[in-house]
């Protein structure tokens, strides 16, 4: 019966998403917005100047890293520092570089890589991990530069995935792991101002809109 049910939904789904729809956040979420909790005590900027060796030592990888990532450079798996687009191609497999479709997200067979490619490969962009060293690298220097790089890249992943169509709608371990991503960036990045690429939606949207849609 549950598969049954899902399947009537899949299909319904699909002239749904078509026609535009999508749901409705359970609620907004305003720019200023304060989280109730802390994920660093750490106030913006506070490691800026110089300090000790360890500190000065891990403020250098930490900003080693966050500039490869403001250039579009991943590390995950076999890549290593791999370039993946200016904007960043999210739906390809960079490995093989084959190119995932922007089909109905349900109906898309991840597990034939001579349609999708490595679903890994695909996926793991798409969790977002790179937020969280954007905002930290944000919070520990203050440089304005790592936030808008998160903008971006944020902004561009919601205009290259359009709702329920794609690979990335398809995972729900993607899901997870995008949601605790923007969870702990948005905290991280408290202080920043409005993306200046304009998408609004990129910071009121809640991680549930952000979530693959994973059936």
Not at 80 to 94: C, K, T, V
Not at 210 to 215: F, N, T, V
Request: aromatic share 12%; net charge positive.
């Amino acid at each position: 019966l549950w598969r049954v049910r899902s399947e009537a939904r899949d299909v319904l789904d699909r002239y749904r998403f078509a026609a535009g729809w999508r749901p409705a956040a359970a609620r907004s979420i305003p720019l200023e917005y304060q989280p109730a909790f802390r994920v660093a005590d750490v106030t913006l900027g506070e490691f800026r100047s110089d300090a000790g060796a360890p500190v000065a030592a891990w403020r250098e990888r930490l900003v080693r890293h966050a500039d490869e990532i403001c250039e579009n450079r991943l590390s995950f798996f076999d890549l290593e520092s791999h370039f993946l687009g200016a904007p960043i191609d999210w739906n390809r497999d960079h490995f093989s570089n084959k190119p995932a479709p922007l089909a109905y997200a349900p109906w898309i067979d991840y597990r034939d890589t001579r349609i999708t490619g490595d679903c890994k490969l695909v996926w793991e962009p798409t969790r977002h991990h790179q937020f969280v060293v954007l905002a930290r690298a944000f919070r520990a220097t203050g440089d304005r530069r790592y936030a808008d790089k998160l903008w971006e890249q944020m902004a561009s992943w919601l205009d290259a995935n359009p709702f329920g169509r794609g690979m990335n709608w398809r995972s729900g371990p993607t899901c997870h792991s995008q949601a605790i991503s923007q969870v702990a960036a948005r905290a991280l990045r408290t202080g920043s101002r409005q993306p200046p690429c304009g998408n609004a939606a990129a910071d009121s949207s809640s991680p549930r809109q952000l979530c693959p849609y994973s059936g």
